[in-house]
């Protein structure tokens, strides 16, 4: 579910998450399209409902869906039923359209995906609010959004966009600016691990310059398969083949400073134990060998940790992919969609374009071609479509109430997302030495003050508008 968010889709094979907690589906019927009045089709979309905090006339917690199945693991766990607990809360959970179980269309071809956008999910979550309030009688309680990462986003634009229907919003880690280019992703990536240790972010750029080296000559690439346990022979014949190469081992960084010590467990979620720290302490083992010897090491290391028995870096296999079209095809899980609403919406494109970060390889250039191969949109359509994002929704000039915007220092996201208040009515918290949506999951022992502090605000901040 959220909270998967943003995990890289070229990597999705190191991703594994299992619902642990069962909750009863829910189906609502919902529009195919909001925005055209001569289209009468229908689907069913997933939703989950926790009643067990409610008490009548209080407030219905919304909690947002994003680019993944929607788990219902959150509907026994996280800090907003710790919330719900306090305030006598309903909870909801809509899946998000064209993830998960909830399918709008017969597929996923490029044809169909035009329904797929952030305002199309946006009505869906208003229709869905409407009929839901009138059908439970709660059309008159207050009721709040919550939602992390793309979701956080959709909290902050649920509420700006509709707020007759939505009282307040909860935005964590919400990434609110649209961006083709995002080289800054990797400039947080270098200061997070240099957080850690200062020679870190150094070593893996050496390791990462002498990959690129040994890229050029086609007799290392045996070696190369070898040292990263390749599933077959390193093959280098485009600059989209070294590019993917490139990016899947920068990603095992990547990912594990996105969600660095983040409790993520009772989503299933594994690899929790590989922190900064543990791949900080790799790249600074001489016993290992050089630079290059140890970031083979990391991307062996996490292999392991997902029991992969070897790595796929071949890019035509990802095109082939993330170009099948069917619900059951291996990208349905959310690649090829979420990949669309980048190219559609969005960008992101997490490039090494910046010199102040670690990592070589894989320009916009390469990024946008994909948008390109998978659904035939050109750099120029990305250009206008991000634009017009950020003309539809402000980017960080965002004009409400009663949004609040958590985010952590070491989660990359932050770079696009609210972290100084910008009215007494829309506060920023911003958690030092946290990473991506960190508030959100189950508090515990080891949490760092400053994050148990941050939950408390986000509860005072609910209670103070909840009273309005």
């Not at 190369?224 to 485009?238: E, G, H, W």
């Not at 983040?262 to 900080?280: A, P």
């Amino acid at each position: 579910m959220l909270l998967l968010l943003f995990y890289t889709f070229k990597k999705i094979q190191y991703i594994q998450v299992i619902a642990k907690s069962e909750a009863e589906e829910h189906w609502f019927t919902q529009k195919l399209d909001h925005f055209s009045g001569a289209d009468s089709r229908v689907w069913k979309q997933r939703y989950f409902l926790n009643e067990a905090f409610y008490k009548p006339g209080g407030p219905v917690f919304l909690m947002i869906g994003g680019e993944g199945p929607a788990n219902p693991a959150w509907m026994k766990n996280g800090t907003w039923l710790i919330y719900a607990e306090k305030l006598g809360a309903l909870c909801l959970m809509l899946e998000h359209r064209y993830y998960g179980k909830s399918h709008p269309t017969l597929d996923l071809s490029t044809n169909n995906l035009r329904y797929l956008s952030s305002r199309q999910a946006l009505a869906d979550l208003a229709h869905f609010r409407t009929v839901l309030g009138v059908a439970q009688g709660l059309t008159n309680n207050k009721w709040v959004a919550f939602g992390g990462s793309y979701p956080g986003s959709l909290a902050a634009w649920f509420r700006l966009k509709y707020p007759h229907l939505v009282h307040a919003s909860v935005a964590t880690s919400a990434p609110v600016h649209a961006t083709v280019n995002f080289p800054e992703y990797l400039e947080v990536v270098w200061r997070s691990l240099a957080s850690e240790n200062a020679q870190c972010p150094l070593l893996v750029k050496k390791a990462s310059d002498s990959l690129v080296e040994k890229l050029k000559d086609p007799e290392t690439f045996e070696n190369i398969t070898k040292d990263f346990n390749l599933c077959s022979k390193l093959q280098i014949q485009t600059e989209m083949d070294s590019a993917y190469f490139l990016e899947m081992l920068a990603g095992n960084f990547m990912d594990v400073v996105q969600y660095n010590e983040d409790n993520r467990e009772f989503e299933g979620v594994q690899g929790g134990n590989i922190t900064i720290k543990v791949l900080c302490d790799v790249m600074s083992d001489p016993a290992l060998g050089d630079a290059y010897a140890r970031y083979a090491a990391v991307a062996r290391l996490l292999m392991d940790t997902f029991s992969l028995k070897c790595l796929d870096a071949s890019f035509s296999n990802y095109l082939r992919d993330m170009t099948n079209t069917s619900w059951e095809g291996p990208s349905a899980s959310g690649g090829r969609q979420w990949v669309y609403q980048t190219c559609t919406e969005f960008g992101f494109y997490q490039s090494t374009d910046s010199p102040n970060q670690p990592f070589t390889g894989f320009p916009l250039d390469y990024q946008l071609k994909q948008c390109a191969d998978f659904y035939n949109i050109s750099a120029e359509q990305v250009a206008q479509a991000v634009a017009q994002t950020n003309e539809y929704y402000g980017g960080y000039n965002i004009k409400s109430s009663r949004i609040v915007f958590p985010n952590g220092s070491i989660d990359p996201w932050h770079a696009l997302g609210i972290t100084q208040d910008i009215t007494a009515d829309l506060p920023a918290v911003f958690i030092k030495g946290t990473a991506h949506c960190a508030n959100m999951y189950p508090a515990r022992s080891q949490d760092l003050p400053q994050l148990s502090l941050a939950r408390d605000h986000v509860l005072l901040l609910l209670q103070q508008w909840l009273k309005n």
